[in-house]
């Protein structure tokens, strides 16, 4: 279902939102309003177009099978010389065509003629008239145009800002202004700062060796102390 959906709105994935909005508002409200007089020209009695044949089908191929015995819900039949089970109350026959599909297949068809019932007993409910008039029986209201829409005093909503950027990662701040030849960033300003404090002429650059070399020879006895 999902995959027709698609299918039907690929040529609206480009446009606005809006007008995106819209048309598939309208693109639902028109097909609900087809398919509840769909019935009326594609079903033949109670199952689509599609689903008699098959049945049609079944019928026609059940002249080989033969009923062998039968344990309740539980039905053998014999066709083709291989030996399947039909099990009525759980919808299931050894061929696996009627559990996958829903519509019987010629070895269920032999055991309703055989017990004299009406098709739509053993045809899935999702096949019935009914089943189709009850999925599309709502369909979407009809709605009124934006000029009739209620007016919302919040103001004009501008676009967002409109912003050039480049593919790839985007760069550290100290590398743009480097790169830029621009004034540097607040944090290497601060560096910057405590760097020119440190080599100024009251206070010589140190690296920790020097400053403890600097502290040991204060605590030395100077040649004045000694004399
Ligand atoms: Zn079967």
Redesign the pocket.
């Known amino acids: 279902m999902c995959e027709v959906f698609n299918g039907n709105m690929i040529s609206l994935r480009y446009k606005a939102i809006y007008t995106l909005l819209e048309e598939i508002r309208v693109m639902v409200m028109r097909r609900h309003v087809e398919r509840r007089a769909y019935p009326e020209k594609k079903f033949k009695g109670s199952f689509g177009d599609r689903i008699w044949p098959k049945i049609v089908s079944a019928g026609n191929a059940s002249g080989d099978c033969h009923i062998v015995a039968r344990e309740g819900d539980a039905y053998e039949v014999l066709s083709g010389g291989v030996r399947?089970v039909?099990n009525l109350g759980r919808r299931s026959?050894?061929?696996r065509?009627?559990n996958l599909t829903g519509i019987p297949?010629?070895?269920?068809y032999r055991i309703m003629v055989h017990r004299k019932e009406e098709i739509e007993e053993y045809v899935h409910p999702c096949y019935h008239r009914q089943t189709f008039l009850d999925t599309y029986q709502y369909s979407l209201k009809p709605v009124e145009g934006d000029r009739f829409w209620e007016k919302a005093f919040h103001g004009v909503i501008d676009p967002p800002e409109l912003r050039k950027t480049n593919p790839g990662r985007k760069k550290k701040e100290g590398c743009k202004s480097r790169e830029n030849g621009g004034a540097p960033s607040e944090t290497r300003a601060k560096v910057q700062r405590g760097a020119f404090v440190l080599a100024s002429s009251d206070n010589p650059p140190q690296s920790v060796a020097d400053k403890a070399i600097a502290d040991y020879s204060q605590q030395l006895p100077t040649q004045e102390s000694q004399a």
């Open positions: 399947y039909v026959c050894s061929c065509g009627w297949c010629k070895h269920v």
